[in-house]
């Protein structure tokens, strides 16, 4: 199957779901919890509405952090599966801080071969394919009022890579070894993490970024490694995952400092029984 094909109509029901969650943000807007207590909006559902509506039509089943309820004898036969977080980083949407995304990624036989992360309030778009590679794109001057994404609709393929940049982007070679990760899910283990790694660097420095925000610094080359040594589901990595390993990044689950230092460097798999991944690393080669 060519995955292509299915970057335009990806990115389309991204932006859709994007400005109608953006829309709630700049609002009032009541929190719920679910039953994990973590919270969920109005905003969460109606992106999930968008994006399970705009995909519908390829007729590949949807597997998302709101419509999660699919039992593993049905998906286990699936070739192809769409995983989707329609709105990652729902704290820092709760909070305001602007760290949040929609993701959608394409899962072919367990592993991701084409992801879609747009950011609402910077309007940075994030894509990838596994035969092409990732690619960012600054929406600011396609965005246009009331409809806001009405200027992208011209755009195929061909002519969004001839203005998308290539990722990794050029960084200033003087800067610090980066260290990203979670603004709202520190850990212990994080932090001894980063304690082993400024023995090798002395002047290795710690940013803070929510959601999958994580997974572009460093396939943008502005983080150089993003350790995840806490819980996350599928939906919450899938479209990073693909982004930050077209961009010649590696993601690898994590075991131990040792197995990190030594051990094989095995990849993060989808759609298993259990839907939680292990810790991992995402870093540049």
Not at 40 to 69: C, M, Y
Request: hydrophobic content about 40%; proline content about 5%.
């Amino acid at each position: 199957m060519d995955t292509t094909r299915f970057i335009i109509p990806c990115i389309r029901a991204a932006l859709d779901a994007g400005i109608a969650a953006r829309k709630i943000y700049d609002q009032d807007f009541t929190v719920e919890k679910k039953a994990d207590d973590s919270p969920i909006t109005l905003a969460d559902r109606r992106s999930h509405a968008i994006i399970k509506a705009s995909l519908k039509n390829f007729q590949i089943p949807v597997l998302s952090e709101e419509g999660r309820a699919i039992a593993y004898d049905q998906r286990s036969g699936w070739e192809y599966l769409w995983i989707v977080d329609p709105l990652d980083g729902t704290k820092e949407f709760v909070k305001k801080n602007g760290e949040f995304t929609i993701n959608i990624a394409l899962v072919q036989h367990g592993a991701p071969v084409m992801g879609v992360i747009y950011v609402p309030i910077t309007r940075m778009l994030y894509f990838a394919e596994q035969t092409m590679g990732a690619f960012r794109f600054d929406l600011h001057d396609k965005m246009d009022g009331e409809n806001e994404n009405a200027g992208f609709f011209d755009y195929d393929l061909s002519s969004l890579l001839d203005t998308a940049e290539k990722l990794p982007v050029k960084q200033n070679p003087d800067r610090p070894y980066t260290v990203v990760g979670s603004r709202s899910h520190s850990t212990d283990e994080l932090v001894s993490f980063v304690e082993e790694i400024k023995k090798e660097h002395a002047d290795a420095r710690f940013i803070s970024a929510g959601s999958s925000l994580k997974f572009c610094l460093v396939a943008e080359g502005a983080a150089d490694i993003y350790p995840r040594l806490g819980p996350t589901m599928e939906w919450d990595t899938a479209a990073g995952d693909l982004i930050a390993r077209a961009s010649g990044a590696v993601v690898f689950a994590y075991d131990s400092q040792i197995s990190f230092r030594q051990g094989a460097k095995n990849p993060l798999v989808y759609n298993k029984e259990n839907l939680l991944n292990p810790w991992f690393v995402v870093m540049r080669k």
